[in-house]
């Protein structure tokens, strides 16, 4: 019998990772819980081995073979804790499932993370992206969460202030590494408005707001998303690939003046762009070749419908980038991770 936390070796990483793309790690280790964290952690000092943390694999791109050790985030476990008639938090283990935790708020009359119902990954892993959906972002909501700091060797709890969020981007970016995180804690409300300036969400809901409920709003982004976005299990893929790009208001009237119907949204930083709008303006939406390609709905997304590797998905990546460079001068920004080397 294996030892506690020993890991296993030569591990194939496809039903680990939502593009299903055959990489594959020397080693691997489910971790279940701090001491098992701080177990894997000696281990690969011990053995001078490259680290990789794996939540639910939903916003990575495994390029090769990963030479280290992989530690496949497993810790469960959910509660909400009253703090008073109206708010409660939701504390949530690194490895609890996003979307079923945010059906479970749900359910329970809680507000706040509603308009992120199936997106896919873990509690773990949302903050490092500063995951957002539909006008809200994880960063609304998020009162702090605690990390093993690789830096001390201690458990540090980090305030939404302290974890420096942005659209799409965190600390935990520009720290690689630095941070492992174990449990999240979300402040929720019965009262707090709801955000459904999206035409698509109000079409789903009810027209009377006395049936108005966070399971409604969370059940009508569900039907918007499988709309338009396909199924992980059924077209692997890794969510939206690109970047919604912010521009500077001169650049915006530039590009308005050439392109009419160019989908825009003003921000604080200047004007966001539509990237699958720019993507299907490129030619790009429905796009495959013999192993990847841009879904035909949403050209966000790419697929691996037969096979494709890692390099197979990043060349189509490069090839959406570029032509979007070339037409219409805006670069793309890349959402997913890549482990590996890309070239």
Known sequence: MKPACSPCEQVDLVDLNSLRVHASASYLINVHSVDDLNH?????????????????????????????????????????????????????????????????????GYRGIENLALIPGTAGAAPVQNIGAYGVELCDTLESLTALDRSSGQLVTLTAADCCFGYRDSRFKHEPGRYIIVEIRLRLSRSAPFRLGYGDLQARLPSRDAELTPLAVAQAVMAVRQEKLPDPSVLPNAGSFFKNPVVSQADYQQLQARFPGLVSYPVEQGVKLAAGWLIDQAGWKGFRNERVGVHDRQALVLINHSGGSGRDILALARDIRASVQERFGVALEMEPGIVGTET
């Open 40 to 108: 894997a952690l000696a281990w690969a000092e011990k053995h001078n081995v490259p680290l990789q943390v794996l939540g639910g694999g939903s916003n990575l791109v495994f390029v090769d073979h990963f030479p280290g050790l992989v530690l496949h985030m497993a810790m469960k476990g959910r509660q909400l804790e009253p703090l008073d008639d109206d708010q409660a938090m939701l504390v949530l283990k690194a490895g609890e499932n996003w979307h079923e935790a945010v059906l479970f708020a749900a359910r329970a």
